[in-house]
């Protein structure tokens, strides 16, 4: 069974300042891998996945990942960042020619201050 | 046009009364869950129903019973209300079935709070 891992429960940041929030997946098969955003009170929506090819995604609102194979990672990514920016963010994955299920780590809660 | 709706919003009850929520969507999806997020945020998963075929049923208390009277609608129905059970839950949807299914992006609803008392 497929598991998600986000080591960091919190990361606080100035505004402008370059975040990493971190992924990391366990999965006995091959896998399909999604960031999530919850803003406060609202559902989640899609910030960008990977499904195959390159391994560098691309997604809404400047944010990037990189899906590295070998240390079982799906580490999210912004240059810089704004105080719109602050939100629950979740890392998830899904087993390919599975089922539907997808499973998501905990969250890391961003926090980007003035 | 709300893609994915849930109603109530919020719901405020007392222990041992029996709920509904219901869920809605309007994108033509074959696929619907309920997820339910506890006060530390953690999501899980709790039913999906494609095509009115149930296919995911996690460790859920018998209390909780999904309904799908068709492809576009996913009631959940609590029955018995526990201290345990307040919590934020999600309906979603996704388009597709089969092999690839895993591949599919959720569409959320924003979420009902149930908080019983």
């Known amino acids: 069974a497929q598991s998600v891992t986000q080591l960091d429960s919190q990361v606080p940041v100035f505004e402008e300042a370059p975040v990493e929030l971190r992924c990391n997946y366990s999965?006995?098969?091959?896998?399909?891998l999604f960031w999530y955003v919850q803003y406060p009170n609202q559902g989640l929506q899609l910030l960008l996945k990977?499904?195959?090819?390159?391994?560098l995604v691309k997604g809404i609102n400047g944010f990037e990942a990189e899906f590295n194979k070998s240390q079982t990672s799906f580490h999210l990514r912004k240059p810089s960042v704004h105080i719109s920016d602050t939100a629950e963010y979740f890392c998830?994955?899904?087993?390919?020619?599975?089922?539907?299920?997808?499973?998501f780590g905990k969250g890391t809660l961003l926090t980007v201050n003035p | 046009d709300t893609a994915v709706s849930q109603t109530p919003k919020y719901l405020v009850t007392q222990m041992g009364n029996d709920k509904s929520i219901k869920c809605e969507q309007n994108?033509?999806?074959?696929?619907m869950y309920w997820y339910k997020q506890d006060s530390k945020k953690f999501l899980k998963i709790m039913f999906s129903?494609?095509?009115?075929?149930?296919?995911i049923n996690e460790t859920v208390p018998n209390r909780f019973s999904p309904k799908s009277p068709d492809k576009a609608h996913l009631n959940l129905h609590i029955n018995s209300l526990e201290l345990g059970d307040s919590a934020v839950y999600f309906c979603?949807?996704?388009?597709?079935?089969?092999?690839?299914?895993?591949?599919?992006?959720?569409?959320f609803g924003a979420g009902s709070r149930l908080t019983v008392l």
């Open positions: 979603a949807s996704s388009q597709g079935s089969g092999r690839a299914s895993g591949a599919n992006v959720l569409t």
């Open positions: 999965s006995s098969v091959s896998v399909y």
């Open positions: 990977y499904l195959s090819g390159s391994t």
């Open positions: 998830a994955v899904s087993e390919r020619g599975s089922n539907y299920k997808l499973t």
């Open positions: 994108l033509g999806h074959d696929t």
């Open positions: 129903y494609n095509n009115k075929e149930l296919i």
